[in-house]
């Protein structure tokens, strides 16, 4: 079976943000702005992810 993948993208800048939100940004893998990384699509890894109106 294959899985819907969710592509994440860093679009600000994490100066600034909570510690919390700065983890969450490292362990996806995202390290600069418009870095972008390619997850499969996982009720776990969705919920850090908040949908935008552009894909």
């Known amino acids: 079976m ?3 993948q969710l592509k994440i ?3 600000k800048s994490y100066i600034g ?3 919390n939100h700065r983890d969450t940004l ?5 390290k600069k702005v418009n ?3 390619v997850k499969e699509d ?4 969705a919920a850090w992810c908040t949908p935008s109106a552009t894909s």
């Open 9 to 11: 993208t860093q679009v």
């Open 26 to 30: 490292r362990s996806l893998g995202l």
């Open 42 to 45: 996982r009720p776990s890894s």
């Open 2 to 4: 294959i899985m819907a």
């Open 35 to 37: 870095d972008v990384v």
């Open 17 to 19: 943000s909570k510690q």
